[in-house]
C-alpha cells in the first residue's frame, strides 16, 4: 500500500496535555491501511483531552471504469461509515464533539457526486488531501510521481483548482510532493508559493501533517522545513493534523508540542480549530 500503517516509534507513546482541543484528520478501517476500531478512535481522544474529534477517512468514488482503489473504502461502506460516526457522536455527546467528514482528492469528472455526497450523508466537513491528479483510476501518486517537474506543477494547478472549489476545510499535506525529490530546488519553491499564494486568497489553512512527522524518522521527505518557511513569510493559516491511522497516534503528547513550537517559531501559530462552514461554501 501507499500509505503504510504507522508503527510508532518506541517511547513516542504518552497522554498529551490539551495543546490542541481539536483534530479534524482521523481514519478508520474502511480505507484498510488503518487500524482500530471507530470507537477506539474516540476514546483515545477522550483520553487525551482532545474538545472535538473530527473523522475524515478516504472518500470512496464512484469510479467510471469499475476500479477497485487499494487504499480508500468502496462506495457501498460510505453508509455504514457515517452511521457509524454518527452513532458515536451521540453515544459521546458531553464528553466530546465528533464530527463527520471526508478525505477528498479533487477529481473534476467526479465533484457533482461528492458535492450531492455532502448533502445526503449531512457531512460536516471535507478535507482537501491531492493524492492524486484527475483520478487514482489512472494517475500515479503524487508522492513519488513528483520527481518529475512536469507532473510537479500539475499537482499545483491541481492544488489551486481544488481550494478555489470553496468545498474544502483545508488542504492536508500541501508538502506531500516533497516526499521523494532529491532536494528542494527552484521548482520545489516556485510549487510552494503558487500553493501557498491560493491558500491565502482561498482563506484556507495548509496542515502540517503529524503523521508524516512521525513517518520522516523512517526517511520519509514530507513534512518539509523549507515549504513551511515559506508558509511563514507568506503568512498563511496553519492546522495540525494527526493524520491516524491507529488510535494511539492520537496521543503523541510530545510530538505535537514540538512541531507547535517548531512553527511558533516561524511565526506560525496552529488554530485550534477550523471554521466548519467553509468546508461546504459554494455548494
Known sequence: HIFPPVLMPEGLLMKRSALMKANYHTHTTRCR????????????????GFDTLGFADHTPWPYQTGYVSPIRMDIDDLPGYVES?????????????????????????????????????????????????GSDEDSPYVGYACRDNAFLHRYADMCVEGMQTGLYAYLAHPDIYMRRRDAWDAESQAVAQTICACALECGMPLEYNLNGHVLKE???????????????????????????????LLALESTEEEIAAWLNSLGLSPLDSIPLPAAVCNM
Open 33 to 48: 491501511h488503518a487500524s482500530g476500531t471507530d470507537e477506539a478512535y474516540v476514546q483515545a481522544a477522550v483520553k487525551a
Open 85 to 133: 460516526i454518527k452513532r458515536l457522536r451521540t453515544q459521546y455527546q458531553g464528553q466530546i464533539n465528533v464530527l463527520l467528514g471526508l478525505e477528498c482528492e479533487y477529481f473534476p469528472k467526479y465533484m457533482d457526486w461528492l458535492r450531492d455526497a455532502v448533502e445526503v450523508y449531512g457531512l460536516d466537513y471535507l478535507i482537501f488531501g491531492a493524492h492524486y491528479i
Open 218 to 248: 523512517a526517511g520519509n521527505g514530507f513534512p518539509c522545513q523549507a515549504f513551511w518557511e515559506v508558509a511563514a513569510a507568506m503568512g498563511n493559516k496553519v492546522v495540525i493534523g494527526y493524520d491516524a491511522h491507529q488510535p494511539e
